[in-house]
């Protein structure tokens, strides 16, 4: 591929400015200080439907992170045409006893838009597991899963792709997709944070 990426390749999938705090406290990241171990992340779902977003350690192990995202895939699409998209996702607790990914209400912004409100999930269902599954083998990808039946939601797609992970604090981390080619900076970039 040349410099275009994950999203040009299949043209699948406005830059975050404001409305979330996250980009302000951590910037992006220098060569040096992005970690050796990457993490998988997975966005799908139904073309009619809403966006689950899988976080893992590897493209085999189980999740660490699951939550169904307040946006329709449509949407997604839409913003991923533009070539760069960044998710943000807030949480807004009273309590700093747990690890930040173990949070459950997030607020959620795409490329500056307020998305509304999410839960993080413990359990996946049975979409998600035989997405996962089908999935297994793959380390980075896009494109359309087979489905077994057809349905009103229409086709299931998927972006899947390894993640450069930056810890800013224990209140703030970012994510950075590396780019197949090598080349030019993230295109998909997913920021957590945790305001007190």
Not at 3 to 19: A, C, E, V, Y
Not at 30 to 56: C, H, W
Not at 74 to 80: A, K, Q, T, Y
Not at 113 to 138: A, H, N, P, T
Request: glycine share 10%; charged share 25%.
């Amino acid at each position: 591929m040349g410099g275009g990426g994950i999203f040009r390749m299949f043209k699948l999938f406005p830059m975050l400015t404001s409305g979330c705090k996250v980009v302000a406290l951590l910037g992006r990241p220098s060569k040096g200080s992005l970690p050796d171990k990457a993490t998988t992340i997975t966005l799908f779902g139904y073309r009619r439907g809403r966006v689950s977003l899988v976080m893992q350690e590897d493209p085999r192990s189980p999740p660490t992170f699951l939550i169904e995202l307040p946006m329709l895939t449509s949407s997604l699409h839409r913003e991923m045409a533009s070539g760069l998209v960044k998710i943000a996702l807030e949480s807004e607790t009273r309590t700093q006893k747990k690890k930040l990914i173990e949070e459950y209400v997030w607020a959620v912004y795409c490329n500056g838009r307020k998305s509304g409100y999410s839960i993080r999930r413990k359990q996946i269902s049975d979409d998600e597991g035989r997405v996962m599954q089908i999935l297994r083998g793959v380390s980075m990808g896009a494109g359309v899963l087979p489905c077994d039946k057809e349905t009103a939601e229409g086709e299931m797609t998927y972006l899947r792709a390894r993640f450069e992970r930056v810890v800013g604090s224990k209140d703030s981390e970012a994510l950075y997709m590396i780019n197949p080619d090598g080349t030019g900076g993230p295109e998909l970039s997913i920021f957590l944070v945790r305001i007190k």
